[in-house]
């Protein structure tokens, strides 16, 4: 069975401190994809990245980073120089091979995230 | 870029009500997910369709149910609503990559 576990409940940064969310997954799949979403308080939930697990470099998209690593099973992701905008609720999630459909994707429980000014 | 257009934004009905949610998918979309979050808590996966069959069940009360449409759309069609009910109802849709999510319906039963 899948699982996402999110360990970290809320989080409290002030502005312009680094943050990192931490992410752990279970699989018995070798392939499977994993996800971040943002939901911010307005509800919506904003994709922020995918990986596939055979590819295991970590990515940086301006002020974010994921750090992939499969021999600890996490999918952490950093928070550089933390900004207001950027309090809202983070979501891991996971999903078996997306080229089969009707594969459904297992969310974490979300960590939250205020930044305060 | 067209995205997933879910409607109602907003319903509130009452204990033992049926409401109807409904969802719009990308264009060239043929997979659509419902997921159910509750206050606080993750978005928990109900009901999944792939070329209008349904194709993967999860938590969903015997109480709701859904279909695809044979323009891709899909309704959850709720009834005898609970107070426990009230959540923000995501669709999503996905062609041959990731999901993308619509903005949610939220309903409330009073």
């Known amino acids: 069975a899948q699982k996402v576990t999110q360990a970290q409940t809320e989080i409290s940064v002030v502005e312009k401190e680094d943050v990192t969310l931490d992410c752990v997954y279970e699989t018995r799949d070798t392939t499977y994809y994993l996800f971040w979403y943002k939901q911010p308080p307005s509800g919506e939930l904003v994709f922020l990245i995918r990986r596939n697990s055979f590819d295991e470099q970590n990515e940086i998209s301006g002020r974010y980073s994921w750090n992939f690593q499969k021999s600890t099973s996490s999918f952490n992701f950093t928070i550089t120089a933390s900004q207001v905008v950027d309090s809202a609720v983070y979501f891991c999630a996971l999903s078996e091979s997306l080229m089969e459909y009707g594969n459904k994707l297992v969310f974490g429980a979300g960590t939250i995230l205020r930044v305060k000014s | 870029a067209a995205g997933v257009i879910q409607s109602p934004r907003h319903l509130i009905k009452e204990k033992r009500e049926t409401a109807t949610l409904k969802c719009y998918p990308i264009?060239?979309?043929?997979?659509v997910y419902w997921y159910q979050q509750g206050p606080g808590q993750d978005p928990q996966f109900l009901i999944s369709f792939y070329e209008k069959m349904q194709s993967d069940k999860g938590s969903i009360p015997d109480r709701f149910s859904a279909q695809q449409f044979s323009d891709y759309h899909s309704e959850l069609n709720m009834s005898s609503l609970e107070l426990g009910d009230s959540a923000l109802y995501f669709c999503?849709?996905?062609?041959?990559?990731?999901?993308?999510f619509g903005e949610g319906s939220r309903l409330t039963v009073l």
């Open positions: 999503a849709s996905r062609g041959t990559g990731e999901l993308f």
């Open positions: 264009p060239r979309h043929d997979t």
